[in-house]
C-alpha cells in the first residue's frame, strides 16, 4: 500500500526569525519583503490560535565571540553586532530604542508561546525544538518567516528529517533576493514537503 500522510494533522505554526533586526526599516540585516508578509502572518496566527493549535516562534542569535556564521553576515560583528543579545537599537520605524533580537511587536509572542533561541540556521539543531514539538503532540508543521533561502529552508528542511509534514507559506515567508525565494520555494515543493499560499493554508486548516 502507497504511503500518505495528512498534511495537517496534529498542526503548529512555526515562525522563524521575524525579529526586528530583520524586519524594521533601516535594520542592519534587513528584509524589507518581510513586512509585506505580517498581514498574512497575522492571519495565520489568528487561524492557529482559533483552532487551538500551537504557535512557535524562533529567534536567531549572533554569537558573541567570532565564528563561522560571523563570515557570511559581517553585520554580526561588532560595532554593528547585528542579533546581538542585549543590544538595543532605533529604526526609522520606531520612535524608541528596542531589543534588536525581539520579535516585532506586530506579530510577537503571547504568554505560553514556546519561543526558541537558536545560534545558527535551522530552528531544530542544538535546540531541542523536536523534542518539545512532540511533548506538544505536533506532528505537521507550518512555516513562515525570513529569509526563504537561510534560516526558513534549513528549518523546513530539518523538519522533513525530524518527521515533520511540513508546508511552507508562500506568501508569509520573504527573501532579499527574488530568484533564491522563487528557487527554494520550487525546491522545497519538489523533495521536502508542500508550498501553499496563506489563504489555501487556512482554509485546509478551518474546513
Request: aromatic share 8%.
Amino acid at each position: 500500500m502507497p504511503f500518505s500522510v495528512s498534511r495537517f494533522s496534529s498542526p503548529a505554526l512555526l515562525v522563524v526569525d521575524m525579529q526586528n533586526d530583520f524586519v524594521r526599516q533601516g535594520a542592519p540585516m534587513e528584509v524589507p519583503d518581510a513586512r509585506a508578509s505580517l498581514e498574512n502572518h497575522r492571519r495565520l496566527i489568528a487561524c492557529f490560535r482559533g483552532i487551538g493549535a500551537p504557535v512557535v516562534y524562533t529567534k536567531f542569535l549572533a554569537t558573541d565571540r567570532p565564528s563561522l556564521l560571523w563570515l557570511w553576515s559581517r553585520q554580526c560583528e561588532p560595532p554593528t553586532s547585528a542579533c546581538r543579545r542585549g543590544v538595543r537599537r532605533r529604526y526609522l520605524d520606531c520612535a524608541d530604542d528596542i531589543e534588536c533580537t525581539d520579535v516585532v511587536r506586530e506579530i510577537c509572542p503571547e504568554e505560553g508561546d514556546l519561543v526558541v533561541e537558536k545560534y545558527g540556521y535551522g530552528s531544530f539543531h542544538g535546540t531541542g525544538l523536536s523534542d518539545r514539538l512532540r511533548e506538544m503532540r505536533v506532528a505537521s508543521l507550518v512555516v513562515t518567516g525570513t529569509v526563504t533561502q537561510i534560516c526558513v529552508e534549513e528549518t523546513a528542511r530539518e523538519a522533513f528529517h525530524n518527521g515533520f509534514a511540513t508546508t511552507l507559506v508562500a506568501d508569509a515567508v520573504s527573501s532579499f533576493a527574488a530568484d533564491l525565494h522563487a528557487a527554494t520555494l520550487k525546491n522545497f515543493a519538489m523533495k521536502f514537503g508542500w508550498v501553499d499560499d496563506c489563504e489555501t493554508v487556512i482554509r485546509n486548516l478551518t474546513t
